[in-house]
């Protein structure tokens, strides 16, 4: 049988109809897809003043016109982001909240793919330019999540299951793919950084008091025998660099697959508040599952017809449309990205273990900008102390004031909740700026420039504002190390925390009755690490 080598590229990405199908996978994806991206949008509406604008603490206006003056014309292609044409307070709130309704749309199936694409535009655009505030994994999985469903989502205004627009093989393997790399790269990172505590099995003895923002649930499996954290490191690995592979294997081991990573996301879930992140990677294992499985789970209501004969597996769910132009362009212009990011993507998993690999680089760099094709690798090194940044202001230099927080660990009887996938990146970065220094990260003496000129766009991220009359004399950002309390503590206390000050973490600083800011006096707080 001689073999059609010029059907492959309609056999990838072509309309894939054969039995069992993915529609309804796809349906519930994209739904929940949807709502990942409005708590996306969600919480940006409320920072994204006090994080990017004129007034805020890396303002975004600032940011271009120096990558203007770097670049020049070449600018669009580094920082693709519309606020080039505007990046005031109303331009700023605008595309967040032309984010929401394309992403309620997109909830709600509304003409899906445009939805998807100004979700994706208005991402970027706060990406680009959010500086220290978007260097987190989570947005480019979720960016490049966005971008591979576009080739994934059914065409039309309201395409309901989309039965006369099926996905493409390619375009669904590639969103499996995404989850793999999530996976297998952060296996990989734990074994290639180096960290002792993943080689003796340590490594989750302290996770969950040192991780950016506990929840309550935390501090009970904080206090959970070694044997039990032991074993979780020991699945963790097991899970990443073994059990993953199982996605490639026949349906059966992927809907086992289905039933082990989604409870081991919610557990993450439930200790943690790594925004979106978990719920974008457990949302992925939807795509594991099948119409045969779903129809068996599904509400009647969330159903679609399935064929109950599968004994021909080429046989067309329905009558395939006549070719044309059009559907021929789409599927050309679907081949060249989805190779694209395949080629950049494995290129960048080969670089993993094989730094000095000879394949072309300039695939993969031309896509960094947009972030649509990501390396990740979670918690390759864990951090052995949690320290806390707090921001103090005086009005004679003898009384400090602190800046309440609005999510992040302060006061030692607050319990730590859970609030995810709501993101506050403020709180977030203060937790990566505490295992650094302040010249490392220069956004936490820009805050204290801010507040000693009482922004209210900065004094928004806050939990309240400790001089509502006029913004204090001095500020200072003190630094301490923060722990767990014990089950004594928490019972005859009730206390979630204990605590000890370090020093300055950023230089004090105090406003001059000419304006000037006038720096005090300098850290002496010795550097952390991870």
Request: glycine share 6%; proline share 9%.
């Amino acid at each position: 049988m001689e073999f059609n080598f010029r059907a492959i590229p309609r056999f990838l990405f072509g309309p894939d109809s054969t039995p069992p199908g993915y529609l309804a996978a796809r349906w519930l994806f994209l739904r929940a897809l949807g709502l990942i991206f409005f708590s996306a949008f969600y919480s940006l509406v409320f920072q994204i003043r006090g994080l990017i604008g004129p007034q805020g603490i890396l303002p975004a206006r600032e940011y271009l016109v120096e990558v203007a003056r770097v670049l020049g014309m070449q600018r669009f292609w580094f920082a693709p982001t519309v606020f080039w044409w505007s990046s005031s307070d109303r331009a700023l709130v605008a595309v967040c909240l032309a984010g929401m309704i394309a992403s309620v749309l997109l909830i709600l199936n509304i003409w899906p793919r445009g939805a998807l694409v100004i979700c994706l535009v208005a991402f970027l655009s706060f990406i680009a330019t959010a500086q220290d505030f978007a260097s987190y994994q989570s947005d480019g999985m979720l960016l490049e999540a966005g971008f591979l469903s576009l080739f994934f989502t059914p065409t039309g205004w309201r395409p309901r299951w989309g039965n006369s627009d099926y996905p493409s093989r390619a375009s669904r393997f590639l969103l499996i793919w995404l989850m793999f790399r999530i996976y297998f790269e952060s296996g990989i990172a734990k074994i290639l950084g180096g960290d002792p505590e993943w080689r003796d099995f340590s490594a989750m003895d302290l996770y969950y008091q040192n991780g950016p923002l506990p929840t309550w649930i935390a501090w009970y499996a904080h206090h959970l025998p070694h044997a039990f954290h032991e074993a979780t490191a020991i699945l963790t690995l097991a899970l990443e660099l073994v059990f993953i592979f199982t996605m490639f294997l026949p349906r059966r081991s992927r809907i086992f697959l289905f039933f082990i990573i989604t409870p081991w996301q919610i557990g993450i879930i439930l200790t943690s508040n790594y925004a979106f992140l978990n719920y974008l990677v457990m949302v992925l294992g939807i795509l594991l599952l099948d119409d045969k499985f779903l129809a068996w789970v599904l509400p009647r209501n969330l159903q679609r017809p399935v064929p109950t004969d599968f004994s021909d597996p080429a046989m067309p769910l329905v009558p395939v449309a006549p070719r044309d132009w059009l559907r021929d362009f789409r599927m050309w212009v679907q081949a060249f990205f989805l190779c694209w990011i395949f080629y950049s993507t494995s290129a960048l998993l080969i670089f993993m273990v094989a730094p000095q690999a000879p394949l072309p680089r300039s695939p993969v760099s031309a896509l960094e900008p947009f972030r649509i094709a990501n390396e990740f690798g979670l918690f390759a090194v864990m951090t052995r102390d949690r320290y806390e940044i707090e921001f103090q202001g005086s009005l004679d230099g003898q009384t400090w004031i602190a800046y309440p927080f609005q999510y992040k660990p302060q006061d030692v009887h607050a319990p730590p909740r859970i609030y995810a996938p709501y993101q506050p990146r403020f709180d977030w970065n203060l937790w990566f700026a505490s295992l650094g220094n302040w010249r490392q990260y220069p956004f936490v003496f820009h805050v204290e420039q801010r507040l000693l000129a009482g922004e209210p766009d900065v004094l928004a991220l806050f939990g309240g504002n400790p001089f509502p009359g006029h913004p204090p004399e001095q500020i200072r950002a003190v630094l301490w190390r923060y722990r767990f309390s014990d089950w004594t503590d928490r019972r005859e206390q009730g206390v979630w925390w204990r605590r000890d000050q370090i020093g300055l973490y950023a230089p004090a600083v105090q406003r001059n009755p000419d304006g000037k800011v006038e720096i005090l006096e300098w850290p002496d707080a010795p550097e952390t690490n991870p």
